[in-house]
């Protein structure tokens, strides 16, 4: 059997916090062996930790009495570094009281101790663990903690900051007062000091004086946002309302368009009995908040309160008026803005560009989509010679008016848009050759392949799994890393978006993450990308957000592709090719686009499994009665066009036990889009002699894991006719729904088709509208029918997922089109 040494015996009594047995452990073996002086170390320290500071001092005078003076320096600077050793150790273990003791007894005996390091070390431990407590609302205990450091550090300014907050939440005023002022004089420029004196200051209703603090800390950062709210509220509290008028506007200067600096000034000048004024910054910052029901509302009044010479200064008034009316569904009240607004700035090309682009989200009938086509076609070709004449003019204008919106709701028609699309992009491919023209030149691949692997960029405003990145994700995941290096930039709207989790996916499977604001200018954006020098750029999903109307009629790698992520060509002559599914795409879809079709084996895309969550509530929690055979219509309600809409009453006729569960439009969209589309099941319904109440529920947007529960709780799945789902239609058959669809002519309304050919389940796949309606009558009134199909589905279901051959097929065609390319260069 091994016995510990002497002195292992010691540093296991003193790690386990036993002193009393170290300091015999130690008194013993100096006894035995007094020439060893690294002992006295040991006994000094056990002295020290066990709270026996008088044996410490009797130890060293001792030691000073017996020696001489050269050995007594030596033994003195021996001790210190082997409490220095101790003082790191008990850091690493957080054993804090402990090295705190050892520093402040360094400090006693030699009072021009000086370690800063060791001294720093122990403040941001002690600050951590004060952190920790006043996080758990304790804190008079942190205040303690705090009274430490600053004993060992009295002119640390964020220590002095902390006491002040904690003394703040005990309601300590004066003493939290008296604190923050301190560390104000220890350091001028640290703003968060001002900022919790004003609030101090407030509680002890000493106004004018927060005011002061307010204003001396706008002069330290003159964009912080929460200072010029607390400022413009308490001058408003004061009733300086004027002053507070004031101190929005010259904020607003610094810092355009914040949303809540326009909401304080809107309340403003509420209070200053200017309804007019009010209304119009209450309308922005709901606009910029993407509030546009709101904002409408708000706009509509200053428009209806103002003089013309106070719009005929304010170009965005209208812009934000009629975009806040085309999101809200209210195109003819956005026409009617729009033509007032374009006869007072008849050169602007962004109120052209907005004029041009209305198309109602719902539509009435038929006519109605007929007209607004039209429009739509005619107004194109005006703003593209207005943009192409107007290069030299306002090139400003010009290219705002390009990234201001898309064409998004044009292909929800069902019509083949590639002329359009063409004439649009290289429009826009036009003005940025002049504008940007060393982003519009096409590189070469001039590296050998062999020696290195071939880089892929993928640029999106959508990475997230709970967005159309869950299309992609799997390209990312299975791809061949040893040939392949991603490289991933993720447009958000704002630095918020940084932190959705979902991101860590696309992070995990990429060889760079990058992160681009949505507002950063388009030279930067441009150059970011560049610098990669990539051999290949994946654009998901064009058509969506603005911005790429801009980068996708731009050049940045030698080979560009875009995706069914949103299944539209692109009509960009710098698109070279289009991603999409075998089983989707119709023997002449070639013709549907400007890119290079290419179809990848099966869907394109390798979709991942769903997660069901638990089926935690029942259809009454959906306010739809349990006896009913429900048909989920889980699509966008803009998918549904007024030409089937007949279908759901030639279906229901059948049974008064069907019914129909469709979901509302989005609360930014306001309740026009919904009640339109009520309005024309109501009509559609009464054709048939039925009332529509009777077998339709349109329930609200269903929120966290509602959506798949309610897929679990339907009983068939009917999918859009001119647009199909993908990835509700994914999660239709994750919960076993049968899934009625009829392919078109156009891959956007063939998606369904191609899930259902992929497992085997091709009993729900009609040939006529007239089939479609059969089936889904069948589904209905033959339960065990329904079974059947639902038990075939769940048991062919995993051909559906994680499919690996068009992995596989995506990895040849880059490899190919890589090839191809350094040929022909």
Known sequence: MNFPTPVKAIQDALESRDYDTAIRLSERLIEERPEELNTYCYLGLSYLLAGQEVKMQELLLSLALMETVELVENWIQELFQFLEVHIERYLEQRRLAEAKVIYKTLLELEPSYNNVSLLERLIVALSELGAELASREKYEAAIDVYLEILNLAEEHNLTWHSLGLCRYHLKQWLEAEVAIKHAIELDPSFIANYQLLGQILEEQNKMEEAISIYLSAIQLDCKNVDIYRKISSLYNLKKYHNQAQKILSDAL???????????????????????????????????????????????????????????????????????????????????????????????????????????????????????????????????????????????????????????????????????????????????????????????????????????????????????????????????????????????????????????????DNSDSYQSILYNTDLETICTTIMNKSLDILIFPELGLDAIFNLLSCLRFAPIQCTTWGHPITSGSPTIDYFLSSELMEPVNADGHYSETLIRLPNLGFSLPPVELPKLSKTRSDFNIQEDKIVYFCSQSLFKYLPQHDYIFPAI??????????????????????????????????????????????????????????FNQLADIFLDGLSWSGGLTTRDALSCGLPVVTYPGELMRSRHSYAMLKMIGVTETIAGTEEEYIEIAICLGLDSDWRQTIQEKILTNLNRLFDDQECIQSLEDFLEQAVQDLVLTT
């Open 253 to 507: 200067e610094k810092i355009p368009n914040q949303v809540d600096l326009l909401y304080d000034l809107g309340l403003t000048y509420r209070l200053l009995n200017d309804r007019a004024k009010s209304s119009f910054y209450l309308g922005y910052s709901a606009f910029f908040k993407a509030e546009y029901y709101v904002a409408l509302t708000e706009l509509e009044i200053f428009h209806s309160l103002s003089l013309a010479d106070e719009k005929n200064k304010n170009i965005g008034f209208y812009y934000s008026l009629a975009y806040s009316y085309m999101v809200c569904d209210q195109s003819e009240q956005a026409i009617k803005i729009l033509q007032e607004g374009i006869e007072r700035f008849p050169k602007s090309l962004v109120l052209k560009r907005i004029n041009q682009v209305i198309l109602p989200i719902i539509y009435n009938d038929i006519k109605d989509m007929d007209f607004y086509r039209n429009r739509f076609c005619k107004l194109l070709d005006d703003w593209i010679q207005d943009v192409l004449s107007g290069l030299t003019k306002n090139s400003s204008d010009v290219m705002t008016s390009l990234g201001l919106v898309t064409n998004f709701y044009l292909s929800y028609q069902g019509f083949n848009d590639l002329e359009i699309q063409k004439k649009y992009s290289h429009c826009i491919n036009e003005v940025l050759k002049k504008q940007y023209s060393k982003f519009c030149q096409k590189s070469k691949i001039t590296e050998i392949l062999s020696d290195r692997k071939i880089k892929i960029g993928f640029i999106s405003c959508h990475v997230s799994v709970e967005k159309l990145g869950l299309l992609y994700l799997n390209w990312l995941k299975f791809i061949n890393k040893n040939k392949f290096e991603i490289y991933i930039y993720d447009v958000i709207y704002s630095d918020q978006d940084k932190l959705h989790e979902a991101k860590n996916l696309f992070q």
């Open 652 to 709: 229901a006729q059948h049974s008064n036990t069907f019914h129909f569960a469709f979901i509302e439009a989005p609360a930014k969209n306001g309740p026009t889009s919904t009640e339109n589309f009520r309005e024309r099941l109501r009509k559609a319904f009464e054709a048939f002699g039925l009332n529509y109440h009777d077998y339709c529920t349109i329930m609200p947007r269903l929120k966290g894991t509602d959506f798949l529960v």
